[in-house]
């Protein structure tokens, strides 16, 4: 026969409603607050993946406010180097206007002061700001204004870098040494510089590399002897080729060709220098001086205006090139903000899996529960009422 | 004639005892520790008639209670069991939830310090950018000081309770030695049930506090000791349970036994159950690693932004200072110590850090150091006059005697020691101290990577270094003696050091200038500190900081969890236990009922037996008057 202790039917009624009540607490508080987790110890595992993924989303917000200031800071330089591009694209024009012959003085003065005023807008481009009052194009040195008003470059080389994803940054400045200053002249390996006091008529070209492998760069000279005949002397005197000319031709050595058109003078010369750099500033200011350079024969004047007009299209290319890789990089921002928005859902789903209480499930057991407790509660009255005390009277 | 009378008036004598002992099992119904009784009768020996034994009647021959050895020993050790895992996971629970839903979010404001500084590295020109990182670089050591002032109250109440407790277990010790004198004053005579009911509750009462063994003697005592031997009470005599303070941390308090102003054994290492087992427990295995870790990843961000920090150069073109102000580690000197050794230790190296607790000793020669944690020794290196080991430099300015002993404990308040150490937002080094630069001229491949900076104390730190290439393994420094160059490791000069990717070509040279006010543009060092967030910076590089505190999380809770699946099954086996106890010795009011009738019943027969011995005579008298 097994006894049970009346103490222990209350006791045994007693800890059942209790742990009921316990449960159903526990579920109300997950239903109240939408979280499953509610301490550490409900899902170890679950709460420490859910603080990684805390963190991974703080450097997704990270990443994107970098990216919101990369994008903002690349558009501005992007719009920057849009209007450097049209003013460059006018100062062509007025150049090859002022390259025609029939051009008298006055014209030629009229379109000398427009250049003047393109390079003080240029110069005024190249030191703009951003909303902050950072100069642009002055490198890190954002500051200091970026030129001044003598074409020096007073900014640095350096670019400033924001984290667009884990491991990967991204430049969201360019140094104005490189867009305004940098450019190299001529044709980017030599150019040519004719002698301003050349007697003949002889214009000369922008040249070209045919091979590479034949070029060293130095100063080589390129005389005319007679009206058809020249020779090339290197910088210490050497005789490097000499030929016959008839116009217009290519005058070739050391793996280069440099286009002669015109009828030279005898004792004319021009020289063929390695390529050095010229700020766009001082590109478009040697044209206005030079258009109205009294000095100055059609002739001179126009192997200075072809001179220039290449080092003008290197400028060119070279805002091109700055835009084209400004243009690359806010594609990557972009890029980045999508994959980075992808990624924010992927880790706020798995993070509401591990975390949010199931609504339709919580109800559920809750309901569960509260029945059990009912049933306890119910069971544990009748249990009470049956006492061979209350049938003695 | 007389002998009916006798017979019936001892019946009725007996059924009022068995009355008044079935009384006493329904009043003591709601008594804890209780065991029922129950009157054994058993028939007077009868009287030799010739033909045979007539009967006399009834007799009580023992009140006994219903006792089961077997179970009742049981009990004590269940009872232990219980306690010991319920204080654990209750108090487990209760550090959880600090880590929990509505706890004190401590990494938020970590994650919030580096979301800022990479808003700074975007922007280092804007104050309001440099403001926030102020500000989230304060809220993150804020953050980390409550955090360890809840820790550090956990450990107050801990303490309370350990007083309480061992107080409440006194009471209860010299309560059993009084029992046992009264119980052993009857010693021979029949069982005293009630004193012996009393005592044993007494028993379970103290296994509910500590776990304990008992042994009952010949002469009734019980005498009661530690689960090691080490008695409690013995015989009539009690030992008095105190607390005492550590012989390093007099915030640690440790149990002993022994007279207040006499020899007192410290005992906590032999308590293993109990509420003040749990306790014990608790505070050596979750509270202190804990308390360590959250030390050691409060370190490890405050050290390592530190050390970024100080590579930056800051708006008005000086090098960056620390970020935060760090506290030494806590050195905590033996009471026994008998010299005036002084030392301090300052954590170096918080990759090798390890989060425990170290003893350092000197015995007149040489010093030694043990990880509290594993018993393994930790090598020192002398270095100077200090002595490097573990992460930590040791700086000695006196010497102790020889066999002193010092606790040292690099983490266990670290996060409570950390704050911001200025408010200048123009003095934060976003900029890199130093540039590096390829030549523009350069004929190789080779590209110069950002330059790290070893020592920033180096006087000639910010001196411009020019580095040319005389053949693609030769370089020389500023013009110097060639140094060979082996491609991809680094170039050390001047406290930093660079590395080139790529193969540098005859005549191709890279400068090394110093940054300067100028450069206020420049946010390198700022990306490099917000990058901290995913580096390795603990265990060796193995461990980033949110990894961490992660594994703080779920150590805690996994923690919480089993010991909380341990006190259910512990809790389910001790109350089977007092199932199967009450159900050998509890009181059923039905029973009991039942019980009542049937005594009252014979009772109201025994009153019969009177009667009709009365009668009996009267029918005599009757006859003899005529």
Not at chain 2, 198 to 218: K, M, W, Y
Not at chain 2, 225 to 230: E, H, I, K, R, T
């Given at each position: 026969m097994f006894r049970i202790s009346t103490s222990q039917i209350y006791r045994t009624g007693l800890n059942q409603i209790l742990r009921r009540q316990a449960e159903v607490t526990h579920s109300q508080n997950q239903l109240a607050s939408g979280k499953r987790?509610?301490?550490?110890?409900?899902?170890?595992?679950?709460?420490?993946?859910?603080?990684?993924?805390?963190e991974s989303l703080s450097r997704l917000d990270r990443y994107d406010r970098n990216l919101d200031v990369g994008e903002s800071r690349l558009s501005l330089q992007e719009s920057v180097l849009t209007l450097v591009q049209d003013s460059v694209q006018r100062i062509r024009e007025l150049v090859l206007q002022a390259n025609s012959a029939a051009l008298d003085d006055e014209a030629r003065g009229a379109i000398a002061t427009e250049l003047s005023a393109k390079v003080e807008e240029l110069l005024q481009l190249s030191n703009s700001r951003d909303a902050n009052g950072e100069y642009l194009f002055s490198g890190t040195a954002s500051g200091t204004p970026a030129f001044t008003a003598d074409f020096n470059y007073q900014g640095n080389n350096e670019r400033r870098f924001v984290a667009a994803s884990d491991g990967l940054q991204l430049a969201m400045t360019d140094p104005g040494s490189e867009i305004f200053a940098d450019i190299p002249t001529g044709n980017g390996t030599f150019q040519a510089v004719v002698n301003d006091n050349n007697n003949g008529s002889a214009v000369v070209g922008l040249g070209a590399v045919t091979d590479f492998s034949l070029w060293v760069p130095d100063t080589y000279s390129v005389r005319f002897l007679t009206p058809d005949s020249y020779e090339v002397l290197d910088s210490s005197g050497g005789l490097v080729a000499s030929g016959t000319y008839e116009s217009p031709s290519n005058i070739t050595f050391r793996g280069i060709n440099v286009d002669v058109s015109g009828t030279p003078a005898a004792g004319d010369t021009f020289e063929i220098q390695p390529s050095t750099s010229q700020s766009i500033f001082q590109t478009v200011e040697n044209l206005a001086v030079g258009l109205v350079d009294g000095n100055l024969g059609s002739t001179a004047r126009t192997n200075l205006i072809n001179r220039e007009l290449a080092n003008l299209d290197q400028a060119i290319n070279r805002n091109l090139t700055v835009r084209a890789d400004i243009g690359a990089r806010l594609n990557t921002v972009e890029s980045y903000r999508a994959l980075n928005s992808g990624q924010r859902i992927e880790l706020e789903s798995a993070r509401s899996r591990i975390e949010d209480a199931d609504y339709a499930e919580t109800i559920s057991r809750m309901q569960l529960e509260l029945t059990s407790l009912d049933a306890a509660q119910q069971s544990f009255l009748t249990l009470r009422g049956l006492s061979l005390f209350n049938l003695l009277r | 004639m007389s002998g009916l009378q006798g017979i019936g008036l001892n019946a009725l004598l007996t059924f009022q005892r068995a009355l008044a002992t079935t009384g006493h099992n329904i009043a003591n119904v709601n008594t804890p520790g209780y065991h029922r009784q129950s009157v054994l009768l058993g028939s007077q020996a009868g009287t030799f008639i010739g033909v045979g034994y007539l009967g006399n009647g009834v007799n009580i021959n023992e009140v006994r209670r219903s006792y089961d050895a077997f179970l009742e020993g049981q009990l004590a050790g269940a009872i232990s069991g219980f306690h010991q895992q319920q204080a654990l996971a209750q108090l487990s629970d209760g550090l959880g939830s600090l880590f929990g839903e509505n706890g004190i979010d401590v990494y938020g404001p970590v994650n919030d310090l580096f979301t800022t500084l990479g808003d700074m590295a975007a922007d280092p020109t804007s104050l309001p950018a440099r403001n926030s990182v102020l500000a989230d670089a304060g809220g993150m050591a804020d953050r980390f000081r409550l955090m360890q002032s809840r820790l550090d109250s956990t450990r107050v109440g801990l303490n309370q309770r350990l007083q309480q407790l061992a107080g409440e277990a006194n009471d209860l010790l010299s309560n059993i030695a009084q029992?046992?004198?009264?119980?052993?004053?009857?010693?021979?005579?029949?069982?005293?049930?009630?004193?012996?009911?009393?005592?044993?509750?007494?028993?379970?009462?103290?296994?509910?506090?500590?776990?304990?063994?008992?042994?009952?003697?010949?002469?009734?005592a019980l005498n009661v000791?530690?689960?090691?031997?080490?008695n409690l009470v013995l015989g009539s005599q009690a030992e008095t349970l105190s607390t005492r303070r550590n012989e390093f941390d007099p915030a640690r308090l440790e149990l002993v036994i022994g007279p207040e102003n006499g020899i007192q054994t410290e005992i906590s290492a032999q308590i293993s159950g109990g509420e003040l087992g749990g306790l014990l427990q608790f505070r050596d295995q979750v509270l202190t690693p804990t308390q360590n870790e959250i030390g050691r990843i409060a370190l490890g961000i405050a050290m390592s932004i530190n050390d970024q920090h100080r590579q930056g150069m800051d708006l008005n073109g000086n090098l960056g200072g620390n970020l935060f102000n760090i506290g030494t580690a806590d050195v905590l000197h033996s009471r026994n110590n008998t010299g005036n050794g002084q030392i301090d230790v300052i954590v170096e190296d918080i990759g090798q850090l390890t989060p425990d607790d170290f003893e350092l000793t000197f015995d007149g020669a040489n010093w030694s150091m043990t990880n509290l944690t594993n018993g393994q020794a930790v090598p020192l290196t002398p270095d100077g006059p200090d002595l490097v080991g573990g992460g930590m430099r040791i700086q000695i300015s006196s010497l102790p005697d020889a066999g002193d002993r010092f606790q040292i404990r690099p983490t266990r308040s670290a996060a409570a020691d950390i704050n911001v150490a200025f408010s200048d937002p123009a003095l934060l080094a976003a900029a890199s101290a130093l540039v590096a630069a390829t030549d523009d001229s350069n004929q190789g491949s080779g590209l110069v990577g950002p330059v790290t900076i070893t020592d920033p104390l180096d006087p000639q730190l910010r001196d411009p270094v020019d580095i040319v290439f005389d053949s693609p393994t030769t370089f020389r420094i500023n013009g110097g003696p060639p140094q060979s160059y082996v491609a991809g490791s680094p170039i050390a000069v001047n406290g930093w050091e660079i590395t080139i990717d790529g193969a540098p070509a005859t005549g191709d040279s890279f400068s090394v200038t110093a940054s300067t006010a100028a450069d206020q543009g420049n946010g390198a060092n700022a990306l490099a500190l917000a990058d901290l967030q995913l580096n390795g910076l603990l265990d060796g590089g193995q461990t980033s900081v949110s990894a961490g505190y992660q594994n703080v999380v779920a150590r805690l809770g996994s923690l919480g969890s089993s010991f909380a699946t341990a006190a259910g099954i512990q809790g389910g086996l001790l109350s089977d236990l007092e199932l199967r106890r009450d159900a050998a010795s509890g009181v059923n009011l039905d029973e009991e009922a039942v019980l009542l009738q049937q005594y009252q019943q014979s009772y109201q027969a025994a009153a019969q037996i009177i009667e009709a011995a009365s009668n009996t005579f009267q029918t005599l008298l009757a006859a003899t008057r005529r």
């Open positions: 987790l509610l301490s550490p110890s409900d899902d170890p595992v679950g709460a420490g993946r859910s603080l990684a993924l805390t | 029992l046992n004198r009264r119980i052993m004053d009857v010693a021979g005579g029949p069982a005293p049930n009630d004193l012996l009911d009393q005592r044993e509750s007494l028993v379970n009462r103290l296994a509910e506090i500590t776990d304990i063994t008992t042994l009952e003697t010949d002469d009734g000791s530690l689960a090691n031997g080490l």
